[in-house]
């Protein structure tokens, strides 16, 4: 699906997605990256439908 630009110039843009993981890891809520394909760079989401997320690591040692 196609990035609205009208979405993409509120939100804000890190150029690497290291960046934009850094700060989603300072978050409250679950957030996830993902390259615009208006701008090219970064920006977070909080969306997960359709999206594969990562299993939690295994508590036990």
Same mark, same amino acid.
């Given at each position: 699906?196609?990035t609205k630009l009208s979405v993409c110039? &509120? =939100?804000?843009?890190? $150029? !690497?997605?290291?960046?934009?993981? @850094? $700060?989603?890891? &300072?978050? %409250? $809520?679950? @957030? &996830? !990256?993902? &390259?615009? %394909?208006?701008?090219?760079?970064f920006h977070l989401t909080s969306r997960? =439908?359709? =999206? ?10």
């Amino acid at each position: 699906m196609r990035t609205k630009l009208s979405v993409c110039l &509120r =939100k804000t843009r890190f $150029v !690497s997605e290291n960046a934009a993981l @850094l $700060v989603a890891g &300072r978050a %409250d $809520v679950a @957030l &996830r !990256s993902y &390259r615009c %394909d208006r701008c090219g760079q970064f920006h977070l989401t909080s969306r997960t =439908k359709g =999206k594969r997320m990562p299993r939690p690591a295994d508590p036990t040692p």
